[in-house]
Every structure is written in C-alpha cells, then in structure tokens.
C-alpha cells in the first residue's frame, strides 16, 4: 500500500518478525538483500539511524507493522538515501562542481555542474531534514540536484536541520520512481550514510511496499 499525506498507514501483525536486526540504516539494508516481498522485519535501530527517526521508531518495536520502500540499484539496497558527490551536510566552498546529467522517470531533469545528487526514499540524513515531504513509505523517492555557488553553501548548510534549506533555486528538486545519474568523471558515492567508493553513473529505481517494519 502507497502512502498518501494524512492517510493512516500499517496494520496489526500478530505473527511473528521474519527477520531480526540491529544496527544502522545500511545493515538493515543488507538484512533485506535475499528478502521476499513484504517480509516482516523487527529492527532495532542504531541511534544514528535516520530511517527510524523518519517512521518514529522506538528503541523497543511493538506489534504495529508499517509497510515501506527500498531504492534498489545495481550494487544493493538502500533503506533511507543514496548520495552522489558531496553530501548536502558536508558540503564546503572549496568543493568542485562537475558536469553531470539526470533523467527522472525516462525524462531529462538536469544537466549542468553540480556538487551532488541525493536520492531520497526517506526524509533526514544525519538527522538533518533533508527531505521535508519525503516519507519512506510514499511509493516514490525525490531527488535533489545541488548546484549551489560557493557563497551559498555555508547559508544551506544552516538550514539544513529544519528543512528551510528548499525551495531553492539553485537545488532542483523533482519526484522519482526511476532515476539515472552521469557525471562526467567519478565522484563520491554514499549508502544509507555509508561510504562506498566512487562512481560516474548511477540508476536507481523504488520497490514499492518491499518489507514491513515493526514500530
């Protein structure tokens, strides 16, 4: 089931979890690589977890089961975000812009030089409020496409916490069940706040309704 605004969402789930995790975003994410759909998982969040913070995860899950979305690319699963360049909260003057393209649903949203590209199935990152509307269990990612000048940044970065950040006119931002990403030479790449090397091009699509959390 998508999630729509306002709309009450999960059910009750007498039976028992399929799965048991601990730790952060990314380990729920590799929990979930082998997992049939709609699998029921207990997770027990790392505090850093932004995932839990976005669906209001207590330390200790009741039996309440709340159904969401995985962005799945090549390389795995992400459970929350998936960051191309340099991360929005980490972003300084002295970071170069690249050429890069991005096609949202097999249509062109962006060409031009930006910093980074955050595709977001959940709302925070390192609890910063990246996505205000974002919900990860809304069918849909968004993606935001930063091309900020240098004397901006130190001002996004600010507003960051509070998700006053956007609108912007220099972060494009767009609603995404298929994206693709290609710079024109690698940049950074991070998963559910993990490191994991660099790339030049990405895609990514949302599993819709992919497992059911226990909150």
């Known amino acids: 089931m ?47 977890s932004d995932l839990a913070r976005a669906v209001g995860l207590a330390p200790a899950a009741g039996e309440f089961a709340v159904t969401l979305d995985l962005l799945r690319a090549a390389g795995g699963l992400a459970v929350n975000a998936v960051v191309l360049g340099v991360a929005p909260d980490r972003l300084r003057w002295w970071h170069r812009r690249v050429a890069v393209e991005v096609t949202v649903d097999g249509r ?9 590209v955050a595709v977001l199935n959940g709302q925070y990152l390192r ?43 220099d972060i494009a931002t767009r609603r ?19 490191p994991v090397g660099r790339t030049a091009s990405l895609e990514l699509e949302v599993v819709p309704a992919a497992y059911r959390l226990l909150v």
């Open 2 to 48: 998508t999630i729509r605004p306002g709309q009450e969402w999960g059910s009750p789930a007498p039976e028992p979890p399929d799965r048991d995790v601990s730790g952060g975003d990314a380990d729920l994410a590799e929990a979930l690589a082998d997992a049939p759909p709609g699998v029921l998982v207990r997770y027990r969040p790392a505090e850093s």
């Open 108 to 116: 062109p949203a962006f060409a031009g030089r930006a910093s980074t």
């Open 127 to 169: 609890g910063a409020d990246l996505s205000p509307r974002g919900h990860p269990g809304d069918g849909s990612a968004e993606v935001q496409v930063y091309a900020l000048a240098l004397s901006q940044r130190g001002g996004m970065r600010r507003r960051l916490h509070t998700g006053s950040h956007l609108p912007h006119p």
């Open 176 to 194: 995404a069940k298929r994206v693709a990403v290609r710079f024109s030479r690698p940049v950074l790449m991070e998963v559910d706040g993990r």
